[in-house]
């Protein structure tokens, strides 16, 4: 088994909220005075309340990583997904020694470099060559060091036209590659990567990412890597960690089961149909939904997991109150980057063809697109408006959501059975056009 | 799994609180390059896009000596020691604008780099280290100034009797540069917090220079404010330095050594506020 690079003990951080500013100095005497004097506990920090940020506490100190235990082996590539302020960059920050934790321990074999920003540093009037140099210095790398590998990185950042210009006239893309360049050649053990990736154009997203998982795989470098891409996570990854304000829910092997409770909870079988419980009217006076499912050819209900050579329809049963011409009525699916795939409305096709919904109760049917998904659990929301008015119903909003994972049977060819590249993956045909 | 793991196995231990002594000097040495990356950036930045360039280092102490020496010379009639009054002037201004920049320029520096603290490790203590050694850089250019109106008040006749003293520069320099480091080591500590002092530093460093003996001598002070004067630390180190170049000045090494202690002490509390304030500061700029 390999070695063991980062060891975390109990760690724990306290923030305090609210302003500070007038009034601080009296409360840091009154904490210094009952803590040293008399040895009492904290005054202001209370015992047991997490830090939910969504939800009022009564205490000014919230912990926003708490009790946290994990180690990581040598050549691991480790994710850290959560929501917003679950403490994913407290965590990084303290595994760079940007912020000091509040009790705990961490030990680290090796060196650690860290990006948690690309271009730390970069001085806008300094050409693009000496601020490879700061920039390398700043992330811990000797002169010589950056010298030997100047040639390596010009090459990779691929500006070597604008190298001996100031930076300050480089295009942002420009400046991205230039510093993830920098970045991508420390040689320290340990490699620690927030979000970076989310930058430069495809071409050199595809490179950095190849990288990294050189660095992770060849070279036996360890990663650690907190992105908001489920997908980058999945790919990067082979150990994910789920937080949740500032507690480890989960720390496993299971990337792709750990992504799937992360964005759909653990209750995966209520997600694929959603019922409107108590016949809300959702503020609108055209229609109220009344249930959402998929279902196959004869309208019969069908778990949340399928297989992509199925026929799968989604349905929408509706209580329609009043009709509009401009009423459009369909739905929005979303992908684990929560990208839109695509939107689908009932007027899509030629108005003769458009379904024709009646006041009272009524059903929508539309089946979705055989083997164009790609593997994945995707989010389906209810979308609904007035042509050119007015949102009924935004997805980004109020929609009500159902969820469907497409699992195997991508296609019928020998080779290509499982998860590829890229947001669908659609099976189309390839020919030998004639010989004219 | 067996986490009891040997402390000594590991290159780097993270803890909430460390030994208030524990000052990090093997980790700054180990990013010396850096030092001398930023005082590079600071020189090269300072006249990038600047027609005269360097030249600017000499255009300040020159209007401020020709200033001064229209205002304290010309019209309050201020003594100077019998020497001429631009060099009298023009030795307070090269040693005091030393002094002033190390303090002003590390007072703020966990605020002005927050930013590049936030977001990547390495001593902070580089940071205001090589801010004193950039503007070492700009001091030596202004000695050029001062060592040429020497020459030129030598050439024309003027009695300048410098000797043996001059050996004192170098300490005299390092007293100023740690003098300026720690306190304004402690200044910015505070000021992460409570950001009262930075409104201080900018005019309390102004009010300071004219309770040191810049623009009188101390043989001029009055006998009232003499202690006084004395008990600030520059005012030693500023008359040894007119001393050591121009032969005059009310220079002791008792003075002297009272400035090295008040130095070493300032620098010594600085350093551990500093590293103190570094661990955290992060949450609360």
């Known amino acids: 088994m390999s070695q063991t690079v980062i060891n975390v003990e109990n760690l724990s951080k306290l923030y305090r909220l609210g302003e ?7 409360r840091d005497l009154e904490r210094w005075y009952k803590m040293r004097i008399r040895g009492q506990a904290d005054p202001f920090l209370k015992i047991g309340e997490t830090n939910e940020r969504n939800k009022k506490g009564d205490s000014e100190i919230v912990y926003s990583l708490r009790d946290i235990n994990f180690e990581v082996l040598q050549g691991e590539a480790l994710g850290i997904i959560g929501k917003n302020g679950a403490g994913k960059s407290t965590l990084l920050k303290i595994i760079s020694r940007i912020t000091s934790p509040t009790t705990g321990k961490i030990s680290i074999n090796g060196r650690v470099a860290s990006l948690l920003e690309v271009g730390t540093g970069f001085h806008p009037e300094l050409t693009g060559r000496e601020n ?7 992330l811990g790398m000797r002169k010589k060091e950056i010298t030997s590998k100047l040639e390596e990185i010009i090459d990779f950042s691929g500006v070597e036209r604008y190298v001996d210009t100031p930076v300050k006239r480089y295009s942002s893309g420009m400046y991205v590659r230039l510093a993830f360049a920098v970045a991508a050649h420390l040689e320290s053990e340990i490699l620690i990567v927030d979000e970076v990736l989310a930058v430069g154009d495809s071409d050199f997203q595809k490179k950095c990412l190849g990288k990294m998982q050189d660095v992770s795989t060849k070279e036996g470098r360890t990663i650690l890597f907190v992105s908001h891409s489920m997908n980058l996570v999945e790919r990067l990854c082979n150990k994910c960690l789920l937080l949740d304000n500032g507690i480890i829910v989960k720390n496993t092997n299971d990337v792709r089961g750990l992504i799937n409770e992360y964005l759909f909870g653990n209750d995966k079988n209520s997600v694929h149909e959603w019922i409107n419980q108590n016949q809300r009217t959702c503020g609108n006076e ?26 799968i329809y989604f349905n929408i049963d509706l ?27 009932d007027t899509d096709s030629e108005e003769e063809r458009w379904p024709k919904i009646q006041i009272g109760d009524c059903s929508l049917r539309s089946k979705l697109p055989k083997r164009l998904f ?18 009924l119903f935004d997805p980004n909003k109020n929609s009500p959501f159902i969820h469907i994972t497409i699992q195997g049977n991508l296609s019928d060819s020998p080779l290509w059975t499982e998860k590829r590249y890229g947001v669908v993956a659609p099976v189309i045909e390839w020919f030998v056009p004639p010989k004219i | 799994m067996d986490n009891k793991k040997p402390e000594v196995g590991w290159d780097l231990i993270i ?12 980790d700054v040495w180990r990013y010396r390059d850096l030092l001398l990356m930023f005082v590079k950036r600071d020189f090269v930045s300072f006249y990038k896009q600047t027609i005269l360039g360097p030249l600017w280092f000499f255009i300040q102490p020159l209007f401020t000596t020709i200033i001064y020496t229209f205002v304290f010379g010309g019209l309050a009639h201020i003594s100077t020691d019998g020497l001429p009054q631009p060099l009298f002037y023009l030795a307070g201004i090269t040693a005091w604008n030393y002094f002033a920049d190390c303090i002003t320029k590390t007072s703020t520096v966990f605020r002005d780099n927050s930013n590049i603290f936030g977001k990547v490790y390495f001593p902070r203590l580089i940071l205001p280290l090589s801010i004193v050694a950039s503007n070492l850089v700009r001091f030596a250019v202004q000695m050029l100034l001062f060592l040429s109106m020497i020459a030129y008040y030598y050439w024309s006749g003027t009695v300048i009797s410098s000797g043996w003293a001059l050996l004192m520069f170098p300490v005299l320099v390092l007293m100023m540069a740690l003098l300026g480091l720690g306190l ?23 009010l300071l220079m004219y309770a040191t003996t810049v623009i009188y001598p101390l043989s001029a002070a009055p006998e009232k404010y003499k202690h006084l004067i004395e008990l600030n630390p520059m005012t030693g180190i500023i008359e040894a330095f007119r001393y050591s170049f121009l032969g005059k000045g009310e220079f002791s090494t008792w003075s002297v050594g009272y400035s090295a202690i008040v130095t070493i002490i300032a620098l010594f509390i600085g350093i551990i506020v500093f590293n103190k304030t570094e661990k955290t500061f992060v949450d609360t700029v």
């Open chain 1, 20 to 26: 500070i500013g007038t009034g601080t100095i009296s």
């Open chain 1, 132 to 138: 490879i140099y700061l920039n390398g210095a700043i």
């Open chain 1, 286 to 311: 055209y229609f109220i939904p009344l249930r959402m499912f998929l279902c196959d050819q004869n309208g019969k209900k069908m778990g949340n997991t399928v297989s992509n050579n199925e026929d």
């Open chain 1, 319 to 345: 209580q329609v109150l009043n009709i509009d011409p401009a009423l459009n009525i369909g739905y929005s699916i979303y992908n684990e980057d929560s990208q839109i795939v695509y939107w689908s409305l």
């Open chain 1, 374 to 391: 790609n593997e994945g659990t995707y989010r389906i929301g209810l979308l609904a408006g007035l042509h050119n008015r007015a949102y």
């Open chain 2, 15 to 26: 803890e909430g609180t460390s030994s208030l002594f524990d000052l990090k000097f093997r």
């Open chain 2, 184 to 206: 304004g080591l402690i200044i910015t500590a505070m000021t992460t917090k409570y950001r009262d002092l930075a409104f201080l530093v900018t005019f309390g460093v102004q």
